[in-house]
T-cell receptor, first 112, second 117 residues
Framework: SQQGEEDPQALSIQEGENATMNCSYKTSINNLQWYRQNSGRGLVHLILIRSNEREKHSGRLRVTLDTSKKSSSLLITASRAADTASYFCATDLTSGTYKYIFGTGTRLKVLA | NAGVMQNPRHLVRRRGQEARLRCSPMKGHSHVYWYRQLPEEGLKFMVYLQKENIIDESGMPKERFSAEFPKEGPSILRIQQVVRGDSAAYFC???????????????FGQGTRLTVV
Protein backbone atom coordinates (compact mmCIF):
# COMPACT_ATOMS: atom_id res chain seq x y z
CA SER A 1 0.00 0.00 0.00
CA GLN A 2 1.01 3.63 -0.34
CA GLN A 3 3.62 4.98 2.06
CA GLY A 4 1.76 8.25 2.30
CA GLU A 5 -1.98 8.38 2.60
CA GLU A 6 -3.86 11.63 2.78
CA ASP A 7 -7.22 12.20 4.30
CA PRO A 8 -9.77 13.27 3.61
CA GLN A 9 -9.77 12.18 -0.02
CA ALA A 10 -11.96 15.13 -0.87
CA LEU A 11 -12.78 18.36 0.94
CA SER A 12 -15.18 21.11 0.01
CA ILE A 13 -15.21 24.40 1.93
CA GLN A 14 -16.33 27.99 1.57
CA GLU A 15 -13.92 30.74 0.67
CA GLY A 16 -12.40 32.24 3.81
CA GLU A 17 -12.58 29.03 5.80
CA ASN A 18 -9.55 27.01 6.84
CA ALA A 19 -8.71 23.71 5.18
CA THR A 20 -6.87 20.93 6.99
CA MET A 21 -5.45 17.90 5.27
CA ASN A 22 -3.66 15.00 6.91
CA CYS A 23 -0.99 12.61 5.75
CA SER A 24 0.06 9.37 7.38
CA TYR A 25 3.08 7.30 6.50
CA LYS A 26 4.49 3.96 7.55
CA THR A 27 8.26 4.02 7.82
CA SER A 28 10.91 6.42 9.10
CA ILE A 29 11.55 9.44 6.96
CA ASN A 30 14.15 12.11 6.42
CA ASN A 31 11.68 14.73 5.33
CA LEU A 32 8.12 15.19 4.22
CA GLN A 33 6.96 17.52 1.50
CA TRP A 34 3.62 18.88 0.40
CA TYR A 35 2.79 19.56 -3.23
CA ARG A 36 -0.17 21.09 -5.00
CA GLN A 37 -1.47 19.98 -8.35
CA ASN A 38 -4.01 21.97 -10.28
CA SER A 39 -6.25 19.92 -12.53
CA GLY A 40 -4.30 18.57 -15.47
CA ARG A 41 -1.14 20.38 -14.52
CA GLY A 42 2.23 19.65 -12.96
CA LEU A 43 3.15 19.68 -9.30
CA VAL A 44 4.07 22.77 -7.39
CA HIS A 45 6.24 22.39 -4.31
CA LEU A 46 4.66 24.01 -1.26
CA ILE A 47 6.77 23.21 1.76
CA LEU A 48 9.39 20.79 3.07
CA ILE A 49 9.58 19.81 6.71
CA ARG A 50 12.53 17.88 8.07
CA SER A 51 12.14 14.96 10.43
CA ASN A 52 13.60 17.00 13.30
CA GLU A 53 11.12 19.84 12.80
CA ARG A 54 7.63 19.95 14.29
CA GLU A 55 6.05 22.91 12.55
CA LYS A 56 6.70 25.13 9.61
CA HIS A 57 4.94 28.15 8.12
CA SER A 58 4.87 29.64 4.68
CA GLY A 59 2.39 32.42 4.05
CA ARG A 60 -1.09 30.98 4.61
CA LEU A 61 0.29 27.47 4.93
CA ARG A 62 1.12 25.72 8.17
CA VAL A 63 2.59 22.23 8.23
CA THR A 64 3.04 20.08 11.31
CA LEU A 65 4.92 16.83 11.63
CA ASP A 66 4.50 14.25 14.36
CA THR A 67 7.11 11.54 13.84
CA SER A 68 5.84 9.52 16.80
CA LYS A 69 2.47 9.19 15.07
CA LYS A 70 3.99 9.14 11.60
CA SER A 71 1.67 11.86 10.47
CA SER A 72 1.67 15.36 9.06
CA SER A 73 -0.99 17.98 8.52
CA LEU A 74 -1.30 20.85 6.08
CA LEU A 75 -3.43 23.79 7.12
CA ILE A 76 -4.44 26.43 4.60
CA THR A 77 -5.87 29.47 6.33
CA ALA A 78 -8.34 31.92 4.83
CA SER A 79 -8.78 29.76 1.76
CA ARG A 80 -9.39 31.23 -1.68
CA ALA A 81 -11.02 29.83 -4.77
CA ALA A 82 -7.54 29.69 -6.33
CA ASP A 83 -6.54 27.13 -3.68
CA THR A 84 -8.80 24.60 -5.40
CA ALA A 85 -6.44 21.77 -6.33
CA SER A 86 -5.21 18.35 -5.27
CA TYR A 87 -2.70 18.28 -2.46
CA PHE A 88 -0.16 15.50 -2.05
CA CYS A 89 2.32 14.63 0.63
CA ALA A 90 5.57 12.99 -0.36
CA THR A 91 8.06 11.26 1.87
CA ASP A 92 11.74 10.69 1.32
CA LEU A 93 12.58 7.28 2.68
CA THR A 94 16.29 6.98 2.27
CA SER A 95 18.97 9.55 2.75
CA GLY A 96 20.59 10.79 -0.42
CA THR A 97 18.41 8.97 -2.92
CA TYR A 98 15.51 11.38 -3.34
CA LYS A 99 13.05 8.58 -3.90
CA TYR A 100 9.85 10.36 -3.04
CA ILE A 101 6.76 8.32 -2.29
CA PHE A 102 3.49 10.12 -2.86
CA GLY A 103 0.13 9.66 -1.29
CA THR A 104 -3.13 9.52 -3.22
CA GLY A 105 -3.94 13.14 -2.51
CA THR A 106 -6.71 15.29 -1.07
CA ARG A 107 -8.93 17.03 -3.60
CA LEU A 108 -9.76 20.44 -2.18
CA LYS A 109 -12.57 22.54 -3.59
CA VAL A 110 -12.99 26.08 -2.35
CA LEU A 111 -16.35 27.56 -3.17
CA ALA A 112 -16.57 31.29 -3.85
CA ASN B 1 17.01 29.14 -15.09
CA ALA B 2 14.33 27.23 -16.89
CA GLY B 3 12.44 24.63 -14.93
CA VAL B 4 12.19 20.96 -15.72
CA MET B 5 11.10 20.66 -19.33
CA GLN B 6 9.09 17.75 -20.57
CA ASN B 7 7.99 17.12 -24.09
CA PRO B 8 5.72 16.48 -25.65
CA ARG B 9 2.98 17.74 -23.33
CA HIS B 10 0.45 15.47 -25.00
CA LEU B 11 1.13 12.29 -26.91
CA VAL B 12 -1.34 10.04 -28.66
CA ARG B 13 -0.26 6.59 -29.73
CA ARG B 14 -2.09 3.62 -31.21
CA ARG B 15 -1.84 0.29 -29.47
CA GLY B 16 1.42 -1.42 -30.37
CA GLN B 17 3.34 1.75 -31.17
CA GLU B 18 6.27 3.13 -29.21
CA ALA B 19 6.10 6.18 -26.97
CA ARG B 20 9.17 8.27 -26.21
CA LEU B 21 8.92 10.83 -23.45
CA ARG B 22 11.66 13.39 -22.90
CA CYS B 23 12.75 15.23 -19.82
CA SER B 24 15.38 17.94 -19.56
CA PRO B 25 16.29 18.54 -15.92
CA MET B 26 16.96 21.92 -14.45
CA LYS B 27 20.40 23.30 -15.10
CA GLY B 28 22.88 21.86 -12.65
CA HIS B 29 20.64 18.96 -11.65
CA SER B 30 22.11 15.51 -12.10
CA HIS B 31 19.28 13.44 -10.63
CA VAL B 32 16.14 12.59 -12.59
CA TYR B 33 13.04 10.75 -11.45
CA TRP B 34 10.07 9.50 -13.43
CA TYR B 35 6.61 9.08 -11.97
CA ARG B 36 3.34 7.87 -13.43
CA GLN B 37 -0.03 9.22 -12.44
CA LEU B 38 -3.20 7.40 -13.36
CA PRO B 39 -6.45 9.40 -13.38
CA GLU B 40 -7.64 10.34 -9.90
CA GLU B 41 -4.57 8.77 -8.29
CA GLY B 42 -1.29 9.89 -6.76
CA LEU B 43 2.10 9.69 -8.36
CA LYS B 44 3.77 6.30 -8.47
CA PHE B 45 7.56 6.18 -8.51
CA MET B 46 8.99 4.48 -11.57
CA VAL B 47 12.71 5.06 -11.87
CA TYR B 48 15.53 7.17 -10.51
CA LEU B 49 18.53 7.96 -12.70
CA GLN B 50 21.76 9.84 -12.53
CA LYS B 51 23.84 10.64 -15.58
CA GLU B 52 24.44 7.36 -17.45
CA ASN B 53 23.25 5.29 -14.49
CA ILE B 54 19.99 3.76 -13.40
CA ILE B 55 19.99 3.94 -9.62
CA ASP B 56 16.59 2.53 -8.78
CA GLU B 57 14.09 1.10 -11.24
CA SER B 58 11.98 -0.76 -8.72
CA GLY B 59 8.82 0.98 -9.90
CA MET B 60 9.26 0.22 -13.57
CA PRO B 61 7.24 -2.54 -15.20
CA LYS B 62 9.60 -5.36 -16.13
CA GLU B 63 8.58 -5.42 -19.76
CA ARG B 64 8.17 -2.77 -22.44
CA PHE B 65 9.42 0.11 -20.26
CA SER B 66 12.95 1.48 -20.25
CA ALA B 67 14.63 4.70 -19.19
CA GLU B 68 17.94 6.34 -19.84
CA PHE B 69 19.75 9.51 -18.91
CA PRO B 70 22.72 9.86 -21.26
CA LYS B 71 25.78 11.97 -20.67
CA GLU B 72 24.46 14.49 -23.15
CA GLY B 73 20.83 15.27 -23.78
CA PRO B 74 17.56 14.68 -22.00
CA SER B 75 16.36 11.70 -20.06
CA ILE B 76 14.13 9.42 -22.12
CA LEU B 77 11.34 7.19 -20.90
CA ARG B 78 10.49 4.68 -23.60
CA ILE B 79 7.40 2.54 -23.69
CA GLN B 80 7.33 -0.11 -26.38
CA GLN B 81 4.19 -1.71 -27.80
CA VAL B 82 1.91 0.55 -25.80
CA VAL B 83 -1.40 -0.73 -24.47
CA ARG B 84 -4.46 1.20 -23.31
CA GLY B 85 -3.43 0.70 -19.68
CA ASP B 86 -0.32 2.81 -20.33
CA SER B 87 -2.53 5.89 -20.73
CA ALA B 88 -1.51 8.19 -17.90
CA ALA B 89 0.38 11.35 -17.07
CA TYR B 90 4.10 10.81 -16.80
CA PHE B 91 6.00 13.28 -14.67
CA CYS B 92 9.70 13.91 -14.50
CA UNK B 93 11.42 15.55 -11.57
CA UNK B 94 14.99 16.62 -11.01
CA UNK B 95 17.12 17.58 -8.06
CA UNK B 96 20.70 18.64 -7.54
CA UNK B 97 23.38 16.46 -6.05
CA UNK B 98 23.63 17.37 -2.40
CA UNK B 99 25.88 14.65 -1.09
CA UNK B 100 24.21 12.89 1.78
CA UNK B 101 21.81 15.75 2.44
CA UNK B 102 18.43 14.63 1.24
CA UNK B 103 16.60 17.65 2.59
CA UNK B 104 15.96 19.34 -0.69
CA UNK B 105 12.95 19.51 -2.92
CA UNK B 106 12.52 17.88 -6.26
CA UNK B 107 11.32 20.12 -9.06
CA PHE B 108 8.65 18.68 -11.31
CA GLY B 109 7.94 19.19 -14.96
CA GLN B 110 4.46 19.78 -16.33
CA GLY B 111 4.13 16.18 -17.38
CA THR B 112 3.42 14.30 -20.59
CA ARG B 113 -0.10 13.02 -20.97
CA LEU B 114 -0.04 9.81 -22.94
CA THR B 115 -3.23 8.57 -24.51
CA VAL B 116 -3.25 5.16 -26.13
CA VAL B 117 -6.07 4.65 -28.60
Amino acid sequence: SQQGEEDPQALSIQEGENATMNCSYKTSINNLQWYRQNSGRGLVHLILIRSNEREKHSGRLRVTLDTSKKSSSLLITASRAADTASYFCATDLTSGTYKYIFGTGTRLKVLA
Amino acid sequence: NAGVMQNPRHLVRRRGQEARLRCSPMKGHSHVYWYRQLPEEGLKFMVYLQKENIIDESGMPKERFSAEFPKEGPSILRIQQVVRGDSAAYFCASSPFMGTDSNTEAFFGQGTRLTVV
